[in-house]
């Protein structure tokens, strides 16, 4: 073979894999695509909470002091335990104690002054009515009988003035004591103590008119939790008390809790003006469930209206406007556009009433370039499952 001819051979090769590399790059290439089988089972329409919800305790009190006050007694500490009656904080209290112990004093000074009084009541009354027999016998002046019939009910009277002095003074005692009450702060019910914002020998003071101030105690019953979400104003004529509701919490991201709705609040918020919600609040069902969270846990919950069960669904992200969705076509790895009719939907789940068939693969992958209808098509999955 000649020099010339190898040369002329070599040339026409490169010609032929230049037009092979140029048809094959002319080609339309198939996108890659996430599918998911078309399945039965449970669907679900929802509504869910449009900002994130919270945590709270059933019962919760932010104590304060009545009264302005030295802290003399600090025995709440953060986190304990305590029950109901216990003594969290004291304020010094010394002359409303005296005080206590003078009203009891005066007290016991007006029941002996009583009990004097109603003794010379007795024998005035005595003395009275043998003065009465004496005049029937006429053997007393009638002037000696009526002055002692008048003295024996001038010392009754004393004696019924000393009785209600005393009724006086007891009540002393009580203004006293709830007084001196005012001073000492009692856990209203059995709970956990959040904070403890005070030190011995701080001097606290109630909180003014319409300003709010930190509690010096903040008390929280964590036996009982319940979920508090914002729902959209549009959703909430929809929502019934014991609707049943799946809780999700970001604290516990793979896992959800069976929850129950206890009330819907009879207003709407105007936190937002363009968004406006109602609150709603969620009970756990299963007490258990609470024993890990704590109360200002972020919380959100969806509310169940409506089950149908076995029909058949898609994920609510292959459904496209007008109602229509990407079907793969194995035979030809096509994608094929197909109108839908559907029924009850949710954000993840949507029943399909007509226009698809079990065991169809539509796309899940709508927004990746190149997905259209009569595009080739690569499933990322040979199993056809969504990842």
């Given at each position: ?14 010609l ?15 996108v ?23 945590v709270?305790?059933?019962?919760r ?21 305590v029950?109901?009656?216990d ?12 005080q ?12 002996a002054?009583?009990t ?15 003065m ?31 009785k209600?002095a ?12 709830e ?19 005070g ?24 036996t009982?939790?319940t979920?508090?979400?914002?729902i ?10 014991g609707?049943s509701?799946?809780?999700?919490l ?16 009879p ?5 937002e ?7 709603i ?5 299963n ?8 109360p200002?846990y972020?919380?959100d ?21 007008s ?35 079990e ?13 259209e ?6 499933p ?6 969504a990842?």
């Amino acid at each position: 073979m000649t020099h010339h001819l190898r040369r002329l051979i070599i040339i026409a090769l490169l010609l032929a894999i230049g037009a092979g590399l140029g048809w094959y790059w002319s080609q339309p290439k198939p996108v890659v695509v996430r599918l998911q089988t078309v399945e039965r089972g449970d669907v679900q329409s929802s509504v869910a909470n449009t900002r994130a919800g919270t945590v709270k305790a059933c019962r919760r009190s932010r104590i304060t002091p009545a009264i302005g006050g030295l802290i003399t007694h600090l025995p709440a500490k953060d986190g304990a335990t305590v029950k109901k009656g216990d003594l969290l904080l004291g304020l010094w209290n010394h002359d409303l104690v005296a005080q206590v112990e003078l009203a009891r004093r005066e007290a016991e000074a007006n029941r002996a002054r009583a009990t004097e009084a109603c003794v010379v009541a007795d024998v005035a009354k005595r003395e009275a009515d043998r003065m009465v027999r004496l005049r029937k016998q006429n053997i007393a002046s009638e002037e000696t009988t009526e002055r002692a019939v008048g003295e024996a009910k001038a010392k009754a009277a004393a004696c019924q003035a000393a009785k209600t002095a005393n009724l006086v003074a007891e009540a002393r005692i009580k203004v006293a004591g709830e007084n001196l009450e005012r001073t000492l702060m009692h856990a209203p019910f059995d709970g956990t103590i959040a904070e403890v914002n005070g030190e011995l020998g701080e001097y606290v003071t109630p909180s003014p008119p319409g300003i709010a101030t930190l509690p010096v105690v903040d008390l929280i019953d964590t036996t009982c939790l319940t979920i508090s979400a914002p729902i959209d104003e549009v959703d909430a004529p929809a929502v019934k008390p014991g609707l049943s509701a799946r809780i999700s919490l970001d604290a516990f991201p793979d896992e959800t809790f069976d929850g129950r709705v206890r009330r819907i609040a009879p207003y709407v918020l105007e936190i937002e003006k363009q968004a406006r919600t109602v609150d709603i609040e969620a009970d756990f069902i299963n007490s258990a469930d609470t024993t890990r969270l704590l109360p200002g846990y972020s919380a959100d919950v969806e509310i169940i209206l409506q089950t149908r069960e076995n029909v058949l669904y898609i994920p609510t992200e292959a459904l496209l406007e007008s109602q229509r969705v990407l079907v793969y076509d194995p035979d030809s790895e096509t994608l094929q556009s197909r109108p839908v009719e559907t029924g009850l939907s949710n954000w993840k789940l949507t029943e399909v009433t007509a226009g698809l068939e079990e065991g169809e693969q539509v796309v899940l992958s709508v927004d990746r370039k190149g997905v259209e209808p009569g595009a080739l098509a690569t499933p990322e999955n040979t199993a056809g499952q969504a990842g």
